[in-house]
T-cell receptor
Framework: GIQVEQSPPDLILQEGANSTLRCNFS?????LQWFHQNPWGQLINLFY???GTKQNGRLSATTVATERYSLLYISSSQTTDSGVYFC??????????FGRGTSLIVHP | DAGITQSPRHKVTETGTPVTLRCHQT?????MYWYRQDPGHGLRLIHY???????DKGEVSDGYSVSRSKTEDFLLTLESATSSQTSVYFC????????????????FGPGTRLTVT
């Protein structure tokens, strides 16, 4: 099956800093999502982005399907951005493959 | 966010006891999933359903069974709970028809924290 790798595994920032999280996948996908798991454990949808670029406030995401990667940009980070960010990819079937996640800590 | 509820939200049970977790959706999504999340393992798929009475195994299905008798409900049963099944369990849904057409995004419920002593 498809392999999904996320980097970096851990990230520590000061409030106000920008960051880029990366998701590499081993084969073509027809579905890619980014999720944020907050410190209370809730999994929140950020983006559904099998290709192209989307923006939502301080967050944006770009997927380059032909090169098999997706990037999540966080600008002007806030303490509420802390948590784990997951990338999930699907390849034809309805069973997504999740990456191991990037753990982000934003210090005030 | 999608209307997904899980019950109970927290449960402590003893080894050998049967346990059933319930996932309920109000979104009429076709697919439903059960995951467990443990430190160092990320999200692992237990079972999934692609319609009423249609289910299949995921990567960590041993010790678990599921049932889906209605579109809106997906039950996960631990026939005889073991300490290794202490975990946080998430339900998810995907593929539903909304006002903006068919949506393929996956949405997660709030999770159930299960402790087996």
């Amino acid at each position: 099956g498809i392999q999904v790798e996320q980097s970096p595994p851990d990230l520590i920032l000061q409030e106000g800093a920008n960051s880029t999280l990366r998701c590499n996948f081993s084969d073509s996908v027809n579905n890619l999502q980014w999720f944020h798991q907050n410190p209370w454990g809730q999994l929140i949808n950020l983006f559904y982005i099998p290709s192209g670029t989307k923006q939502n406030g301080r967050l944006s995401a770009t997927t380059v399907a032909t090169e098999r990667y997706s990037l999540l940009y966080i600008s002007s980070s806030q303490t509420t951005d802390s948590g784990v960010y997951f990338c999930a990819c699907r390849q034809g079937s309805y069973i997504p493959t999740f990456g191991r996640g990037t753990s982000l800590i934003v210090h005030p | 966010d999608a209307g997904i509820t899980q019950s109970p939200r927290h449960k402590v049970t003893e080894t050998g006891t049967p346990v059933t977790l319930r996932c309920h959706q109000t979104e009429n999504h076709r697919y439903m999933y059960w995951y467990r999340q443990d430190p160092g393992h990320g999200l692992r798929l237990i079972h999934y359903s692609y319609g009423v009475k249609d289910t299949d195994k995921g990567e960590v299905s041993d010790g678990y069974s599921v049932s889906r008798s209605k579109t809106e409900d997906f039950l996960l049963t631990l026939e005889s709970a073991t300490s290794s099944q202490t975990s946080v369990y998430f339900c998810a849904i995907s593929e539903g028809l909304t006002g903006r057409g068919v949506v393929y995004e996956q949405y997660f419920g709030p999770g159930t924290r299960l402790t087996v002593t």
